[in-house]
């Protein structure tokens, strides 16, 4: 069974430091992970799903949006199978359920739409 988990969200107060986990499982990860492109999106309550940040399939490349840039680093763990997203100098407005998902393929992928796999989503609550 394929599987993206997330884990390490939580409640925490603005200006800390949370690392989430995606852990990457079953049929295609087992032996080919480093052939999927990596994603973290979030969605805030009443708010569309956003990209916070995508790596490519070595972990060569990668980027983040404007509004996380400089605290949130996306990365690849090969020998654990797992894409972490660290998250600092966290404020309020990063509240929101955040999602890895998986995309066959080696470039950076922005667009929702073309991942095809999803984890079931992980909330991250900011308090002032």
């Not at 492109?37 to 949006?65: H, T, Y």
């Not at 966290?90 to 992928?109: F, N, R, S």
Request: charged letters at 15%.
């Amino acid at each position: 069974q394929v599987q993206l988990v997330e884990s390490g969200g939580g409640s925490v107060q603005a200006g800390d430091s949370v690392t989430l986990s995606c852990a990457a499982s079953g049929g295609p990860f087992s032996s080919t992970f480093s052939r999927y492109r990596m994603g973290w999106f979030r969605q805030a309550q009443g708010k569309e799903r956003e990209l916070v940040a995508a790596i490519n399939w070595d972990g060569s490349r990668s980027i983040v949006v404007d509004s996380v840039k400089g605290r949130f680093t996306i990365s690849r763990d090969f020998a654990k199978n797992t894409s972490p997203l660290q998250m600092s100098s966290l404020k309020p407005e990063d509240t929101a359920v955040y999602y890895c998902a998986a995309a066959l393929g080696d470039g950076l992928l922005t667009e929702s739409q073309f991942y095809h796999y999803w984890g079931q989503g992980i909330p991250v609550t900011v308090s002032s």
